[in-house]
């Protein structure tokens, strides 16, 4: 069965210091692959989507995403950390024939030291 | 932008009673979808509906049921709450009827959840 695997549940970064949130995904085929990002007490909002094309996607709020197909990967990347991004970061995947069926990971929950 | 709004942020149940979450998106999109949060298990589907008064179970329908009337409204349905349903809910719309996901404007956009707690 396909699945989505998010290895760190919790990541401390110091502000201005670089990101990395770790997302891999388990499918015989190219996915459809997201990046959700949700605050405190509120929804998800949309980073970055890899469909296709150039494999390294640039998102909203400074965020980048790099889809490697050899390792299954599609890591979230930021270079300088701002105190406003703690939150928990969300990994997706839309497999084809999925009927548009998004299946996330766990999650990471970020926290940033000032 | 698109606007997907759910009837309540926080919501408290008594075991047993019949509990409706209602989702309202204005952009016309085809496509809705249930799913409740929790802590260290992500978001999980509980149900979707590609059209009107469609429905189609996700990973985990078991004590749910869900309507749809009309094309902008996605209503879930816990027929009995029990204290295991205590969780977030979040509903979320996307664009499209085709099953197939084909091009780059199939995004999901979601609401600010429902907070529900059952007694």
């Known amino acids: 069965a396909q699945s989505v695997t998010q290895p760190d549940i919790h990541i401390t970064v110091s502000e201005g210091a670089s990101l990395e949130l770790r997302c891999n995904y388990s499918y015989g085929a190219t996915p459809y692959l997201f990046w959700y990002v949700q605050s405190p007490g509120q929804g998800l909002q949309l980073l970055l989507k890899y469909f296709s094309g150039d494999t390294l996607v640039q998102g909203i709020k400074g965020f980048e995403a790099e889809f490697k197909r050899s390792q299954s990967s599609f890591n979230l990347r930021k270079p300088s950390v701002h105190w406003s991004d703690a939150a928990e970061y969300f990994c997706a995947v839309a497999f084809t024939g999925g009927g548009n069926k998004l299946t996330f990971g766990t999650g990471t929950q970020l926290k940033v030291e000032l | 932008d698109v606007k997907v709004t759910q009837s309540s942020r926080y919501l408290v149940k008594r075991t047993g009673e019949k509990v409706f979450l209602e989702c309202v998106q204005d952009?016309?999109?085809?496509?809705m979808f249930w799913y409740r949060q929790d802590p260290g298990l992500g978001l999980r589907l509980i149900y979707f509906?590609?059209?009107?008064?469609?429905?189609e179970k996700g990973d985990i329908p078991e004590g749910y049921s869900v309507s749809r009337e009309k094309k902008e409204r996605f209503s879930l349905i816990l027929e009995s709450a029990s204290t295991n349903q205590t969780s977030m809910y979040l509903c979320?719309?996307?664009?499209?009827?085709?099953?197939?996901?084909?091009?780059?404007?199939?995004?999901?956009?979601f609401g600010p959840g429902t907070r529900l707690t059952v007694l």
């Open positions: 952009m016309d999109h085809e496509n």
């Open positions: 979320a719309s996307s664009s499209q009827g085709q099953r197939v996901l084909r091009s780059n404007t199939d995004t999901q956009y």
């Open positions: 509906s590609y059209d009107v008064k469609m429905k």
